[in-house]
């Protein structure tokens, strides 16, 4: 079970190593799931690139999770691995564990007082889903984000104007080592597409408060969103999402696409990465691109937004592994 929140202590950056389970006999003999050695990750994540773990562990439950953890070498490597958007998976492949949370934690449960609880694993249209149908308001956005619980919680994912930690009440947290605790939502330390949890914590489940409403009209918001990201977003390409974060919350501050419109990169092509010419702050894998192809162009659009506007944007997708 979680420890209480008085029993957490963050810590910044797991010890960098290159190692994984030695052999797959290392893992404790009462550990269920399935534990894949040079797991093939490409198929895994939105761009459709990268090259593979050294390990791929999909637990069969919580507890198989926290043992599996518990019995890697210390300083392993190890990431969580959602839907895969958001996310580029570097051509050498991912050192260490990738942990894949898979249907044992897509839970999505009603709770009193208007509180939705997740597993890890449910994505977003499933939680926004199931907070319609039983009349809560205020989770609509999330149906707008292409991804997971555990990542959009570590990420403090947003759109359309909200952002999970408008909404996050506490998350269950499995920490590199094998410990699980509690973590409420003032001890992330939330700031815009951040938060303070450390390299190689998984967030296994979490809790999300919303206000009483009617079905009808959360469910014409969703259909809102889901139009609004149909006709501005290139959502049936190999694509990561939102590639670069907006230098500033202000609304009459610059966006990051119209800093890359502004330095002309619409279109822009990089060997199979091109920039997308329905929404300038996408990549797209316009066919056999290789992750160093995607990474590249998105440094090059980088390279030219600050030579134009003197800004340097940030990236917001993810870029993990080896190049």
Not at 168 to 197: A, E, I, K, M, Q
């Amino acid at each position: 079970m979680p420890s209480q929140p008085g029993d957490f202590d963050f810590w910044e950056g797991a010890p960098a190593s290159n190692n994984g389970p030695r052999t797959a006999q290392d893992v404790p003999q009462d550990v269920r799931g399935t534990l894949t050695r040079d797991a093939p990750l490409d198929k895994l994540v939105w761009f459709k690139s990268g090259g593979p773990a050294d390990w791929l562990f999909e637990p069969a439950n919580l507890d198989d999770l926290v043992r599996f953890i518990s019995a890697l070498d210390e300083g392993t490597p190890v990431m969580a691995l959602g839907l895969g958007s958001n996310l580029i998976i570097r051509d050498g492949g991912v050192p260490g564990v990738v942990v894949r949370l898979g249907k044992p934690f897509a839970t999505v449960e009603v709770r009193r007082d208007n509180i939705i609880e997740c597993g890890g694993g449910a994505p977003g249209i499933l939680v926004a889903s199931a907070a319609r149908d039983a009349g809560i308001a205020g989770l609509e956005f999330l149906r707008g984000i292409p991804g997971t619980v555990g990542g959009f919680v570590r990420m403090n994912g947003g759109a359309y104007g909200r952002e999970v930690a408008d909404i996050l009440v506490d998350c269950d947290v499995v920490l590199p080592g094998g410990d699980c605790v509690n973590v409420p939502v003032s001890d992330l330390r939330y700031s815009y597409r951040h938060s303070s949890l450390p390299d190689g914590a998984i967030v296994v489940s979490a809790r999300f408060a919303g206000t009483k409403g009617d079905p009808k009209e959360i469910g014409a918001e969703m259909d809102r969103i889901a139009e609004q990201r149909e006709q501005s977003q290139p959502l049936r390409t190999k694509t990561g999402g939102s590639t670069f974060k907006n230098p500033s919350s202000d609304a009459n501050s610059p966006k990051a696409w119209q800093l890359v419109d502004e330095a002309g990169c619409r279109g822009l092509a990089m060997g199979g990465a091109q920039v997308s010419e329905k929404h300038a702050n996408f990549l797209v894998n316009t066919g056999n691109a290789t992750s160093a192809d995607i990474e590249g162009l998105g440094e090059e659009v980088r390279r030219r937004v600050a030579d134009k506007t003197g800004m340097m944007l940030e990236w917001e997708i993810k870029r993990v592994g080896r190049p």
